[in-house]
């Protein structure tokens, strides 16, 4: 199975920029359905954004035009660049491979 390690969040103003890092082992990641998620307190987890095995990418309303997710097969991690971040963009930030293999999360504020 793969195991999936989150970095990159921290703490930004409203208008900031993070790139959230999504690093795998035990598997390659290329071999998989990978989207990050977003769960905010006392909120239901959410899509933000995704890529499938070909490359082709999806991304949740709020996000989209602000956030790229993208993968390096390479070095078998997935990236999500959150420019133009909002105060609601704040949350705890997973990534999950074919929604059955999760990270432990990273924290991602946005201060307004």
């Known amino acids: 199975q793969v195991q999936l390690v989150e970095s990159g969040g921290g703490l930004v103003q409203a208008g900031g920029s993070l790139k959230l890092s999504c690093a795998a082992s035990g598997r390659t990641l290329s071999n998989y359905e990978v989207g990050w998620f977003r769960q905010a307190p006392a909120k239901e987890r959410e899509f933000v954004a995704g890529?499938?095995?070909?490359?082709?990418?999806a991304y949740a309303n709020s996000v989209k035009g602000r956030f790229t997710i993208s993968r390096d097969s390479t070095k078998n991690m997935v990236y999500l660049r959150m420019n133009d971040l909002k105060p609601e963009d704040t949350a705890v930030y997973y990534c999950?491979?074919?929604?059955?293999?999760w990270g432990q999360g990273t924290q991602v504020t946005v201060s307004s």
């Open positions: 890529i499938t095995r070909s490359g082709s990418t």
């Open positions: 999950a491979a074919d929604n059955s293999y």
